[in-house]
């Protein structure tokens, strides 16, 4: 049984490990945004900035739709589980990593940005996370892994978890889908009791045998193993769904640094009522991990909006390492789909996203690595003897991409259900309903004299 939060902070071993939890969700999660109080004021709603304008978009027709997991036929899922487990189990010219561990391996380097691991050319900070790219980086990542589903497969498009829909978890959780709950491993949670995870034990991703040098804790670098690891809703991880006030929050703001942030979960309202300010924080996207990977985190700074993540449990829990859970992908569906809709709603194209003064890959232009034509190279980044560099073989798409080149998703060639069709389509929908509703009250009226 463990004893993960009878830890004392009094000893060197707590120490040591907060220290390394700090600088290690400093690095991954906190963007650079607070000040020295560790409140982020954005600008007040009345300050000059870009006007809204209605977007100039209308959506094809037949645009492939990524729809939610709760939506999809028994053939739907099925098609997406094969078409993943065929990336996992196909290794080209017989290199060492799988279709689908490129794409681990290329997360797992988005962390390896810093000099002293051997990085060299521009890029600052960390390309996919922590910064303004997290959302661009990661809607190229998903379309990157959706195109070679649809090389498996063309019928697929990548699922999304709504995480505040009450059942998308359990019917992610299926056998016949994404398998279930881990198990048999214990946790002791002081105050909230004994909880069970571990080892996903049915379904196909219970055959996969993970790389244990592309699977382990982001903390310690020590290996997770072989098997895929969840320890789904154990506290403070146990708030599911995540409640819609969190989504209206992150809808309030007209600030897109503000909103990459509020997702990622880097920052969080610091008083509901308060609009302007934000903390340091673990909410949305970070959270939403922790519901599938079941981190150990320090309450004593919960409450001042700094989370110590004390341990790591299962592989969605591990920053770098979570692509190798499938659920990744229906997760990271859901982030790029609350982008789309807050694009849709007034925020859309280069206005709303940063031009100038981020860290090199972060700016509206920059290209974002590795979509940089070798611009930038990462240094090593895991807890293996092998260098990972050495294992990954480029981005799929051998093409220069910047933020700006993914800002419209509908060119990018997909849309998600449930988002309106392009606001003018809407505006000339709403103008023929309110035309036909004069008439009828013309007629009705007419009747009635
Ligand atoms: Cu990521």
Do not use: C
């Amino acid at each position: 049984m463990l004893q993960r939060f009878k830890l004392s902070k009094k000893t060197t071993l707590a120490a040591f490990v907060g220290l390394v939890a700090v600088v290690a969700i400093a690095v991954i999660l906190f963007p650079r945004l607070t000040n020295s109080s560790g409140v982020y004021h954005p600008p007040p709603p009345d300050a000059p900035g870009p006007a809204l304008v209605f977007p100039s978009f209308s959506q094809p027709a037949n645009l492939p739709q990524r729809k939610s997991a709760t939506v999809l036929t028994s053939a739907e899922r099925t098609a997406f589980v094969n078409a993943v487990d065929t990336l996992q189990s196909t290794h080209p010219n017989n290199s060492q990593l799988s279709l689908y561990e490129q794409f681990v391996v290329q997360h797992i380097l988005t962390m390896g940005f810093r000099q002293s691991l051997g990085a060299k050319g521009p890029a600052r900070g960390n390309p996919a996370h922590s910064y303004p790219a997290f959302l661009p980086w990661h809607r190229q990542f998903l379309l990157d892994f959706e195109q070679a589903l649809q090389a498996v497969d063309p019928s697929v498009t990548i699922p999304y978890w709504d995480w505040t829909d009450p059942d998308a978890l359990d019917t992610i959780l299926q056998d016949d889908f994404l398998g279930p709950v881990g198990m048999g491993t214990f946790v002791e949670v002081a105050g909230k009791g004994r909880f069970e995870g571990g080892e996903v034990k049915t379904s196909p991703f219970s055959r996969w045998q993970l790389s244990e040098a592309l699977h382990f804790d982001a903390i310690t670098l020590v290996s997770l193993g072989p098997h895929l690891l969840r320890f789904v809703k154990i506290p403070p991880f146990d708030q599911y769904p995540i409640p819609q006030s969190a989504i209206d929050a992150l809808f309030r703001t007209d600030n897109y640094e503000v909103f990459n942030a509020l997702i990622e979960g880097a920052l969080v309202p610091a008083v509901a009522d308060n609009k302007q300010d934000y903390q340091l924080g673990w909410a949305l996207h970070a959270f939403a991990h922790s519901v599938i990977g079941g981190s150990q985190v320090d309450w004593d700074d919960w409450d001042q909006g700094i989370a110590h993540q004390l341990d790591i449990l299962g592989t969605m829990d591990s920053v770098p390492s979570s692509p190798y859970d499938p659920i990744f992908w229906l997760h990271h569906a859901n982030v790029d789909r609350l982008w789309a809709q807050w694009q849709d709603q007034g925020h859309s194209g280069p206005d709303f996203y940063p031009a100038a003064n981020k860290p090199f890959g972060h700016n509206l232009t920059d290209p974002m690595w590795p979509w940089d034509d070798g611009l930038s190279t990462p240094g090593n980044y895991g807890p293996s003897t092998t260098d990972l560099r050495t294992l990954y073989a480029g981005p799929p798409v051998n093409k220069v991409v910047s933020a700006k080149d993914v800002l419209d998703f509908r060119q990018l060639g997909y849309t998600y259900t449930g988002l309106e069709t392009g606001l003018e389509k809407d505006l000339e929908t709403g103008l023929e309903e309110t035309a036909k509703t004069a008439q009828r009250e013309t007629t009705s009226s007419g009747g009635r004299s």
